[in-house]
């Protein structure tokens, strides 16, 4: 049966159940109301006869007796009294109701038996009578008082409010179909149809504009589906198109698929385990729902679409405050929330656990010891304890999700871990394990101020790969392990031996996902105008930057080289706006919290200087921006300042680049962040500089547009190339093609370690 026709009779039924069942209601409500006032009627009359009755049979009077029936017969309707005496015989009987009472009811008999009132509906000679009995008792001789009242009239009106309900049922029955079919017209019919006509379009390779929706949630899960099913269309048309546009060009660009299809064929079906600090996905409590969210994190943004591609395992830190209430009784999730594709394993640390592992040892001290940027790291006993035992705490976690998997792919990320490849290679010798560090690796002597370098060093070299993202960091990861501790260094192979393994180095830089060029309707240019307007700004261009609040960015550094530039060059005043998207990080640290400080202060003395009206030198927006958000900013923006002081690669300046398809706008980049081994075409400062800062910015602001997209499209092809999915499996490639030894025999066990 059609599916409107079924809709059709279930309204139909509905409504017409509905509006009998209140007809009843009535019916019965009504009936109800007219016996009861039937019933008190009957007995106020015997109540006002009683008197009378009595005194006729104390004057021995028969014909008052039958006077006194007489009195009580109603026009045109069969109502009466009956007298009876103590044998039900009458003595007195109104003419009215002769026919049917000369034989005394059942009522009578039993208010004469048990000498009280009685009170009935029944049916006398077939017809519908009410009868009131009262027992008199007139000088000590028992006689009855009955009253009755025929009630047909009763029957009938409820005849008439039956056929009064059917006339109802079918009127409300046509309105409400009426009304409920034009709503489902107008709330559901019109709004598939639309949706059908998009999804046809976009079948048809015409893709327009998504049709509006109501603005209920009744179609919010359904639009949510649409949206993510023509993102994967459109993404999956403009793949086929970039990757037919390589082949007629003989290119060969890592793609999702590619990288896909190449793990897969390198893995041989073994398992991918990703292990890090930071979790690609929390969630958070706002108001009565929760949140699910990215967190602003340029590891997760690197390492995402590797585990969307591969699938596998990401085994990470719980930060979210309704991280709980998400997963299940194993601490997992499959995640991402729309499609999911991986499993995210979650690590509860304790706030103990948290302060001493990730605050103090991993950010109070491996973090300033990395880099150099002038903040002296501290080191704390009690901070290296949390730190060991949060490693260990990883490791078991990751032996309880690998669970005899054979041959597993770990890769272990970042700093927080050091320890990590040491304690996973003494369980499992034949998984494959790699770490990648995404921060600078210091010189010798400066990673020697670390008391437990020896420790670092040992756990690191438990891996089988340690990746870095540029060559120099490798020579002074080799130089360091040469120096610090006893191993052998094949200087042909980049490899060092320990105790027997032979972990290999290499630099893999880090990128960020490229997406092949989109038609101009495939998304929506924010004018620069809109973009300040919104902020409450007037300017004919602006620049941007994008960072964490951390001293290695080099923002205040930023700020003061912008006031020199007003100060030079005094005709960007009241036309050029700088916009600083800075996301607050770590901020239980003091000199986090100093540097938001000074960060802000250096804003707002600047404007505080050269403001005029709606227009100032620098809009500050301390706090956290999705990728979406950003992005408008990134493609309205004339030019992108990324300079940090130190930095391992530093993706903003890639993000950038790559969001950059009309190939215009200018990247000004540190010659101290990796990312300018690649991006040569960048304009490439000294940070520390003030007037050379200015001085880019200012032919950032001037370059000729030939130029401008003349480097843009060399950057571009470069990111293009060597894109995070070139990263994942160059990572997988180096990883699968060492060869382990058939035993595996290791300095320090899982218990020794534990003990130390």
Known sequence: MHLSYRLNLALIAGAAVTSLGFAFYQYDAETRGLKNQVQRHAAALAMSLQESVENAVAQHAPEDLQHIA?????????????????????????????????????????????????????????????????????GG????????????????????????????????????????L?????????????????????????????????????????AREFEQMASSLTAARAAAREEARLRDAAESVWTLDRL?????????????????????????????????????????????PVLSACGGTWIAQATGDADRD???????????????????????LSREEEQGFYFGFANEGLWPLCHIAHTRPIFRAEDWEHYRNVNLRFAEALLDEVNGEPNPIILVQDYHFALLPRLIKQRLPDAHVAIFWHIPWPTFEGFGICPWQHELLDGLLGADLVGFHIQSHCNNFLE?????????????????????????VRAIPISVGFSPPASPRDFDFD????????????????????????????????????????????????????????????????????LME?????????????????????????????????????????????????????????????????????????????????????LTVNPYDTVELANAIQMALEMHPSERHARMRRMRACVREHNIFRWAGTLVTELSEIRLPESTSTGLALTALGRN
């Not at 007298?83 to 004469?112: F, G, K």
């Not at 009630?151 to 309105?175: E, P």
């Open 70 to 138: 007489d009195q009580t017969a109603r026009d045109g309707v069969p109502s009466g009294i009956a007298i009876y005496d103590a044998s039900a015989h009458p003595l007195a009987l109104t003419s009215a109701i002769i026919r049917w009472v000369r034989q005394a009811p059942r009522p009578v008999l039993e208010a004469l038996s048990d000498n009280s009132p009685h009170s009935e509906f029944t049916r006398l000679a077939g017809e519908p009578f009410h009868v009131f009995v009262k027992p008199l008792q007139p």
């Open 141 to 180: 001789e028992r006689m009855a008082l009955a009253v009755f009242e025929d009630v047909s009239y009763i029957n009938r009106h409820g005849v008439a409010v039956w056929r009064q309900a059917v006339a109802h049922v079918a009127i409300q029955t046509f309105f409400i179909l009426a009304v409920t």
């Open 182 to 222: 034009l709503i489902l017209h107008l709330s559901l019919r019109r709004p598939l149809r639309r949706m059908t006509q998009w999804l046809r379009d976009l079948r048809s390779g015409s893709p327009s504009a998504a049709p509006p929706l109501p603005p209920d949630d009744t179609f919010h899960p359904v």
């Open 260 to 304: 896909r299809v190449h793990v897969q064929n390198r893995l041989g079906g073994s398992p991918l385990f990703v292990v890090s600090n930071r979790e690609p996905y929390e969630h958070v409590h706002r108001g009565d729902h929760i949140e699910c969210r990215t967190p602003a994190s340029g590891l997760v943004t690197a390492l995402e």
């Open 326 to 348: 998400a997963v299940d009784v194993n601490d997992r999730l499959r995640v991402p929330p729309d499609a999911p594709r991986y499993t995210l394993r979650r690590v509860w």
């Open 480 to 504: 360091t392990v040469d120096r610090a501790i006893e191993c052998r260094i094949d200087r042909d192979k980049v490899a060092v031996s320990r105790y027997g393994h032979m972990t290999s």
């Open 527 to 594: 004018s620069r105008r809109a973009i300040l307007d919104r902020h409450g700004l007037e300017a004919s261009a602006f620049g941007i930057g994008v960072d964490r609040i951390d001293y290695t960015k080099g923002i205040p550094e930023r700020f003061r080289a912008l006031e020199r530039l007003f100060e030079i060059y005094p005709k960007y005043r009241q036309h050029f706006t700088f916009v600083q998207i800075g996301s607050p990080s770590r901020t239980r640290i003091r000199r986090y919290q100093e």
């Open 598 to 682: 000074e960060v802000q202060f250096e804003a707002d003395r600047i404007n505080r200087r050269f403001q005029n009206g709606r227009w100032k030198p620098i809009l500050f927006i301390p706090r956290q921006h999705s990728h979406a958000e950003i992005l408008l900013y990134y493609r309205a923006a004339s030019f992108c300042l990324v300079t940090p002081l130190h930095d391992g690669m530093n993706l903003v300046a890639k993000e950038f680049v790559a969001s950059r398809q009309d190939e215009d706008g200018v990247l000004v980049l540190s010659r101290f962040a990796g990312a300018s081994h690649e991006l040569t075409d960048a």
